[in-house]
């Protein structure tokens, strides 16, 4: 049994191939990047994660477990009290109330705001005059401060010299008390919610309208397929990615929105309006004398509420991928 002879090509040497195999790893290595240039890409987001989230949620949590006044948040020799500040909180009599208008005022709010924002959406996918100018009009409550937005609602629902009073009475409509009765202050603040959120809504939903192929639309019109059947057939499946991050995101902000609620009623009357992120600033900085601890306990529970809706749609991700 005979074996092929390698030969050496003309003008190769040993040293030849000795530097050429360096070269050509060098060239890959080259090629593929270095561990430490990932590292300087990947620094400044380790360090803004760390300093603008990580480093806020210990002290948080440092806050809660340790009885914090003014004089111990100076010194720093706050007592170790552990869950006792979270059983304070629990146990406390505006701990159901404020659980309940939060859940009242995140739920109002969503389902209005993705409606509109996916029916306007539904709008604006279909191309018209004026399309580009009216979308940027409706950005508008996105842009204003949020304190301008507050003050100009609080305006607009004045029980005396209001402009929606004064149109409700043109019909025949008397006084309307929207800000400082209990039955209409967390309709009130809802609709100013519901305002603000609109446009987020509809810049995501008609983002995630734009990656549906047209002819999906055309083939379901051959088929005899109408505009609310193509609606319900194509557009929510295909939709519902993208309608669950909406969601997920507004529900994160709608849990934490203090600057509105407090800037129309304070959380009042009587605390109709008074939801947990409310009563967390209220303890903090809405009084003479500021209890950091309760209301750092009542902030955590927030970002535990919001991590369950997190982890829930993580999982429910997850089974649709698998499926």
Avoid: C
Wanted: proline letters at 6%; hydrophobic letters at 50%; glycine letters at 8%.
């Amino acid at each position: 049994m005979s074996f092929p002879v390698l030969r050496e090509r003309p003008g190769t040497t040993d040293d030849t191939v000795a530097v050429t195999v360096p070269r050509a790893r060098h060239r890959r290595a080259r090629r593929n990047g270095s561990p430490w240039v990932a590292a300087a890409f990947a620094a400044p987001l380790v360090v803004y994660l760390a300093v603008f989230y990580l480093w806020p949620l210990v002290r948080s949590i440092d806050l809660s477990i340790h009885d914090y006044t003014v004089r111990a948040f100076v010194q720093g020799d706050a007592a170790f009290v552990g869950l006792d500040n979270y059983l304070a909180v629990i146990s406390s009599p505006t701990f159901g109330p404020a659980l309940t208008n939060t859940a009242v005022f995140v739920a109002v709010s969503l389902v209005f705001q993705y409606t509109i924002g996916l029916g306007l959406a539904v709008f604006f996918r279909s191309h018209f005059p004026l399309n580009g100018v009216l979308r940027g009009l409706f950005l508008v409550p996105w842009l204003l401060p949020l304190i301008v937005s507050g003050s100009t609602w609080s305006w607009m629902l004045n029980s005396d010299n209001g402009i929606i009073n004064s149109f409700l009475e043109a019909f025949g409509i008397g006084q309307i008390n929207w800000l400082t009765s209990p039955d209409t202050a967390m309709i009130a603040v809802v609709i100013a919610n519901i305002w603000l959120g609109i446009p987020f809504n509809l810049v995501i939903l008609y983002s995630g309208l734009q990656n549906i192929p047209t002819e999906l639309y055309e083939a379901a019109s051959l088929d005899g397929a109408g505009p609310w059947r193509q609606f319900w057939s194509i557009t929510v499946p295909l939709l519902r990615p993208v309608s669950a991050i909406t969601l997920l995101l507004g529900l994160v902000y709608t849990l934490k929105v203090v600057d509105i609620i407090w800037i129309m009623t304070r959380g009042g009357p009587a605390d109709t309006t008074t939801t947990l992120a409310i009563w967390s600033y209220r303890e903090a900085f809405g009084t003479g004398q500021p209890d950091l601890s309760p209301a750092a306990a009542v902030g955590n529970i927030l970002i535990v509420i919001a991590l369950i809706f997190g982890f829930v749609y993580l999982r429910a991700q997850r089974r649709q991928e698998n499926s």
